[in-house]
């Protein structure tokens, strides 16, 4: 555990909603895309109109956008807690882009950006997580996170194993057409659930992307290879017809 959640380890985390004061809540999201190195560019560029996406669909009202130097876990988590202590909101949606392992999602550097510890600050909420999630031992450990009987998580998108990623340098040579297209792949993993999909209906969605990208025809193998496995391994974890609430 870092030295920044040692210090606040013993934050209370009960819901605002349990303090008879509290009224009125605002629903809200998070959005966290850093780009670390070739692979991750890619995702980073294409996370750039997922808060224009939230904010026009109407289901949240705040979007918190933790971009390049703010996508840390510091600032994370203090926009979530404060956020969600001061501000009366909860947030019910998170869409991360980050390398992964089993411990969460990761800074290029190896420092931890997502963690169970923050995971807590969400209110039943689904995640989308553009990582490669190993085993899936993280999303697992997630979706099992209650406070005061409240489920922090009810589901997770994302990929088992690798999220596969060809590095944009190759695309300026052989693809020039696809990191658009692979933009719009990832788009649907908010725009899919934003419609009113479910969880599950979300995943079959993405799924559907991927392997519409193998009919554009100036794709390269390589690049049918990503795309054919990245169709292989989005899943989900936690409750299949969960929704944004």
């Avoid at 555990?1 to 509290?22: C, G, Q």
């Avoid at 963690?115 to 697992?140: H, I, M």
């Amino acid at each position: 555990m870092s030295t920044f959640l040692r210090a606040n380890h013993d934050i209370d985390h009960t819901s605002p909603t349990e303090d008879p004061k509290v009224t009125l809540m605002s629903r809200a999201a998070i959005v966290v895309a850093a780009s670390h190195d070739g692979p991750t560019k890619l995702v980073r560029k294409a996370a750039d109109r997922i808060p224009d996406l939230l904010r026009k669909a109407g289901v949240v009202q705040d979007v918190v956008v933790c971009f390049d130097s703010k996508a840390n876990l510091r600032n994370v988590y203090t926009e979530l807690y404060t956020k969600r202590r001061k501000k009366n909101s909860v947030f019910t949606f998170g869409f991360f882009a980050a390398h992964g392992s089993e411990k969460g999602l990761h800074e290029r550097s190896g420092r931890l950006l997502l963690e169970l510890q923050t995971c807590r600050q969400f209110d039943k909420a689904v995640l989308v997580l553009c990582s490669c999630l190993k085993t899936g031992k993280f999303p697992e450990k997630v979706i099992e996170l209650h406070i005061e009987g409240r489920r922090c998580v009810r589901a997770v998108i994302g990929y088992e194993e690798k999220m596969g990623v060809v590095n944009p340098s190759f695309f300026n040579r052989f693809d020039p057409g696809y990191p658009k297209a692979f933009g719009e792949v990832i788009e649907c993993h908010v725009s899919a659930l934003l419609a009113g999909k479910s969880v599950v209906e979300t995943v079959e969605a993405i799924r559907k992307e991927w392997y519409q990208l193998l009919t554009y025809r100036h794709l390269s193998q390589r690049s049918r290879l990503v795309c054919s496995y990245n169709a292989g391994k989005i899943r989900s974890w936690g409750e299949p017809k969960a929704k944004i609430p």
